[in-house]
């Protein structure tokens, strides 16, 4: 397992260092410092603690997080190592990129790449009737139901990798990644706006937009931007990241 380190300059473009973060009207500000970057080869970011129990079945459910990619492969957040159950979201592939659920068979809902080396904010919703990925508080794809999830058991969600097993080429993301959360509820277009918050993140737990995430990883936030510890702040509270293969740290950030 690599160290990680603060890595300054990447040079990405699109974003800011170091950026005091809004918040809807009615919600405190919060500062918003980190990101994570991972290097496209073996980075993720594994959350351990049994996360993986709390998506099973689940019919409705949303997984918001904010990317800014140098290049397009990827998995942003998913989990799996079998072909028939496993959980998938928001994965980038080489042409195409898909929000993905599996349960014994396969759904997904293609949309539009976002453009590289700019901050988006990625959300897909599932509601129970429909399937709906939003960027940057815009609906871009909607879609028929999804399965309810089912887990295999073989392996922890991660961030930025799909690790032993993947269905979409380059499995590894190369870029950055802040602010992901998890809810177990299927969030309204209006919340989606709201946390996207015309480009800025704003805290999910403020008085004005108590959302109760089952997960919420800030990237860098909670830990001091050290060490490779992934804090989860969501209700899930023991379900902790671990940054593996040496992801490091950025003061590059959405604003």
Known sequence: MGSSIISLGLGLGGGKASTASGSIPGASAFSN???VSFDGNDDLCVIGSGFESSLNSASTLTVSLWAKLASSGGILFG???????????????DSTHYFVARNASSGSLSYTA???N????IVGVLDGSSSVVYVDGSSVAT???????SSDGGSDPQIGDLGAWMTFSGGSVDGL????AV???ALSASVVSDIYNSGTPTDLGSDGLDLSPLGWWRMGDVCGSSGTNIANQGSASSSDGTLTNGPTFSTDVPS
């Open 79 to 93: 989990s799996g190592t079998s072909t028939t159950n496993g959980l998938w979201f928001l994965p980038y592939n």
């Open 33 to 35: 410092e980190a990101s």
């Open 177 to 180: 990644i802040d602010e992901v």
């Open 114 to 116: 976002p453009s590289l």
């Open 118 to 121: 700019e901050w988006h904010h």
């Open 183 to 185: 809810f177990s509820s």
């Open 143 to 149: 879609g028929a139901t999804l399965p309810a999830l």
